[in-house]
């Protein structure tokens, strides 16, 4: 089969389309023939091995030479003891390793795929998982959002962010959302109320304080975003650098017992429950996908370059070229 592999961190030019050796499942995986992959910032900084954990899976050279968690796709063959999935259902979800989706083909255990609604297109359905788990775990079973509070979302044009902006609005919060000027009209299309742009306007220092942070992208000292809440106020730092990580985890605990803000990383369960609500809101017309762009497998280096280089409106969807009809 045609796969995306690379063989040692870098920039997207070190992405090359091989022919590999499709893989077997063994006996409690599905073999899901890939129809379309979603791109995340995860697969940005497993091609990069920045922040560094990222090489968590391999320090000098990456141990999963196939990048692409997301997918949706056709289960092609079963292992004797898969009982909830059977050869043809149409099926999406999160490859658990984070790798293997920029292929024709992957296995799974499935543990955190479910059925694709047969009124939904491959692609959206690729657009979904690691965002929307994040973004459901951030915003309502860890942030418990509630009507009236404010909530901002640092990195909010981003996958995890437009789904998080919805989700707070339709929690009934007042929403901040920050990223790039090149997100500002996306973010408030989606229902923010404020908009910063993260290169003009700091917002830890801008006096407002909020109910609930949820930050996609932590890049600063985990006292700023102290500032930025309210008492008992919550922040959670969903990736970012790792400087932050440490912060949060060794003063977290500190600054809670000292004034009440919680400051905790936000460790994602990928449970398909959470699917299956995330396309009901969706099917329902409550939140909606954003996709901004569209790339064959063999572009998958320029995809990754784009959402790189700081372009990618919501998310960035491969195709598999033999079957790009969705
Ligand atoms: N904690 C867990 O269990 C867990 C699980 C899975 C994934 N993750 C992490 O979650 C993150 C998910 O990100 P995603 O896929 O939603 O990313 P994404 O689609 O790239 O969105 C991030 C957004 O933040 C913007 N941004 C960059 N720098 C910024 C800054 N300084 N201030 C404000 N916004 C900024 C980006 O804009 P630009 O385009 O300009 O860069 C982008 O729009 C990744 O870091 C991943 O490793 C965590």
Request: proline share 4%; with cysteine; glycine share 12%.
């Amino acid at each position: 089969m045609k796969a995306i592999v690379y063989h040692e961190y870098g920039s997207p030019d070190v992405l090359k389309l091989e022919e590999v050796q499709r893989p077997t499942p063994a006996d409690n995986q599905l073999l899901i023939k890939v129809h379309a992959a979603s791109i995340n910032r995860s697969d940005w900084e497993g091609l990069t091995g920045k922040p560094l954990y990222a090489r968590f899976g391999g320090l000098l050279k990456p141990n999963n030479r196939i990048l692409g968690s997301d997918i949706a796709g056709t289960v092609e063959a079963v292992g004797k003891d898969v009982k909830q999935f059977k050869p043809g259902d149409e099926v999406f979800g999160l490859l658990l390793n984070y790798g293997g989706g920029f292929a024709e083909y992957a296995c799974t255990s499935g543990n955190a795929f479910t059925l694709k609604p047969p009124g939904m297109t491959f692609e959206e359905a690729a657009a979904i998982p690691q965002a929307a788990f994040i973004a459901l775990q951030g915003i309502r079973a860890k942030g418990q959002v509630q009507p009236g509070q404010k909530v901002l979302i640092n990195g909010a044009g981003g996958g995890t962010g437009t789904f998080a902006i919805q989700l707070a609005k339709l929690a009934g919060a007042e929403v901040t959302g920050v990223d790039n000027a090149e997100k500002l009209d996306l973010m408030r299309s989606l229902g923010a109320d404020h908009v910063i742009d993260h290169t003009m306007e700091d917002f830890t220092k801008n006096g407002q304080q909020y109910d609930l942070i949820l930050d996609v992208i932590a890049d600063r000292s985990i006292f700023a975003y102290k500032r930025a809440l309210k008492p008992n106020g919550s922040y959670f730092m969903v990736g970012g650098s790792v400087a932050t990580m440490f912060q949060s985890l060794l003063l977290g605990p500190w600054i809670r017992r000292r004034t009440g803000k919680k400051i905790s990383i936000l460790m994602v369960q990928t449970d398909p429950k959470d699917l299956v609500h995330i396309t009901e809101l969706i099917e329902t017309g409550k939140v909606v996908t954003v996709i901004d762009k569209r790339y064959s497998l063999s572009d998958t280096a320029e995809a990754l370059r784009y959402l790189g280089e700081g372009h990618a409106k919501g998310k960035v969807v491969i195709t598999m070229e033999q079957n790009n009809k969705t």
